[in-house]
């Protein structure tokens, strides 16, 4: 299926740089400079959602706490799919959250997250499709990610689980786009252009990174899985973490006395 321009409306994420700011212009410490400057930019952008991203994240957490079925889902293509299994995939080591309330609707299959699949991301009915596959229901959260908020796979998929019942969260880098629309919880990260134009793994990258760890990070705090500050039900599977259980249960029994 072709990629169809799904509104016809302004990306700031394809804005060309400013002449000034052409990277392949400049000496190699501007360069780096100017980048970490654009790159802090993301911060902001997460910043002001705040709101959003509270309202998302309590209503996340309510629902997956009415029972112990209910599935954390992420769905994405590209760069965004690539952030969205990361945060995922560290939640059970980190806080021992079962591995079968996990999944991960990624375009093109598990093999894109290492290689890209050729018009994958434009398919909105294979994005459907997975959502019917997996038997998406209404115990269940979607976070749909894409920087343009246009993505054909992401937006059927977000569709298609809003149809089913599930509970959805739509983050883009674009204001007004479908994605956005479509969701439950829509928040919007106004990264703007990027430093290479177009290249969203960078600024709308980060700010879709910072903007998932605080959100899947709150809903295990507020489901129990941190004590002072802890990761109280980690798992330990090498020598270090081991020894951080220890140390953390050594402070629960002190702090319980």
Request: aromatic share 4%; net charge positive.
């Amino acid at each position: 299926m072709q990629k169809k321009n799904l509104h016809p409306i302004h990306l700031s994420t394809e804005d060309l740089p400013k002449k000034s700011q052409h990277i392949d212009k400049l000496s190699t410490k501007e360069a780096i400079s100017l980048m970490i400057e654009k790159q802090g930019l993301a911060f902001s952008a997460v910043k002001d959602a705040i709101s959003e991203i509270e309202k998302a994240t309590n209503a996340a957490y309510l629902k997956l706490s009415e029972s112990d079925k209910g599935r954390l889902v992420y769905a994405g293509a590209g760069t965004s799919a690539r952030i969205g299994v990361q945060d995922g995939v560290e939640l059970p080591p980190t806080f021992n959250w079962p591995r079968e309330r996990i999944l991960f609707l990624v375009a093109g299959g598990e093999g894109a997250i290492v290689q890209a699949v050729e018009n994958a991301e434009d398919d909105v009915n294979d994005g459907a499709g997975m959502v019917k596959r997996f038997r998406l229901n209404t115990k269940d959260i979607i976070i749909a990610l894409s920087a343009s908020g246009l993505t054909p796979f992401t937006v059927g998929a977000l569709a298609a689980a809003r149809e089913s019942g599930a509970l959805t969260i739509g983050i883009a880098n674009n204001r007004d786009t479908p994605l956005l629309k479509i969701a439950n919880h829509p928040i919007l990260l106004n990264t703007g252009g990027e430093i290479v134009a177009g290249s969203t793994r960078l600024t709308a990258g980060t700010a879709q990174k910072i903007c998932l760890n605080t959100i899947s990070t709150m809903i295990m705090v507020k489901m129990g899985y941190v004590a002072n500050g802890m990761m109280v039900s980690m798992v330990p599977t090498n020598e270090k973490l081991r020894q951080r259980k220890k140390e953390i249960d050594r402070v629960m029994r002190k702090n319980n006395k």
